[in-house]
């Protein structure tokens, strides 16, 4: 084998070397992922966590398949839910209403949105403060599309408006489970 030829190979063997270390590495991470009952998730994610509704008509059904009951239909699109519980295909959900109910994961996104579940707007401020300037208000049962959260406040999006809203404010973004995995689908809705 000529110089040039071994020189090949060997940046091969070490880049093939990387690549493994790295998929190891998120195979591992991904093992930790558990649901409430202590098995490992389907999907490797973390549960609870939180996704939003691709489409403004999601079926919500009372189990994990087509062929369960449909519950309600929901009719609006970026809505956030937490998942609660997974199989490979379908989501155990908690709504903004404290309902459970379980989705296609076809009708889900990863693209996060926040929503004002209140009676009352909620600032959209300049900053990560109460008292930044004041951008806009987001609007009663109103959604917004979330960037990041950090010390209390996340900064959300709407066309080009960016801006920060106190985390407490929104519905999208609690770290804890909002409704018991045990539950069964159809309970909790107002």
Not at 71 to 87: D, K, N
Not at 115 to 135: D, H, K, L, M, Y
């Amino acid at each position: 084998m000529s110089s040039k030829a071994a020189a090949i190979f060997q940046s091969l063997r070490r880049r093939t070397a990387v690549v493994l270390a790295i998929l190891g590495l998120w195979v591992m991470a991904s093992a930790g992922a558990t649901m409430p009952d202590g098995r490992p998730t389907p999907t490797g994610l973390e549960v609870p966590r939180w996704i939003s509704l691709k489409s403004s008509h999601v079926r919500a059904r009372q189990g994990p398949g087509l062929d369960y009951p449909i519950l309600w239909e929901y009719r609006a699109a970026g809505l956030p839910v937490q998942v609660i519980a997974e199989t490979t295909e379908w989501r155990k959900i908690c709504d903004p209403d404290g309902a459970v109910a379980w989705i296609h994961r076809t009708v889900s996104s990863g693209r996060r949105y926040v929503f004002n579940t209140t009676a009352q707007e909620v600032p959209i401020r300049s900053g990560r403060s109460e008292t930044a300037s004041v951008r806009a208000r987001l609007s009663p049962r109103a959604l917004v599309l979330l960037d990041e959260c950090e010390e209390g406040w996340c900064k959300v999006r709407a066309r080009r408006l960016e801006g920060w809203v106190a985390q407490r404010a929104v519905f999208g973004t609690q770290e804890r489970a909002l409704c018991n995995a045990n539950r069964p689908a159809g309970t909790g809705r107002n």
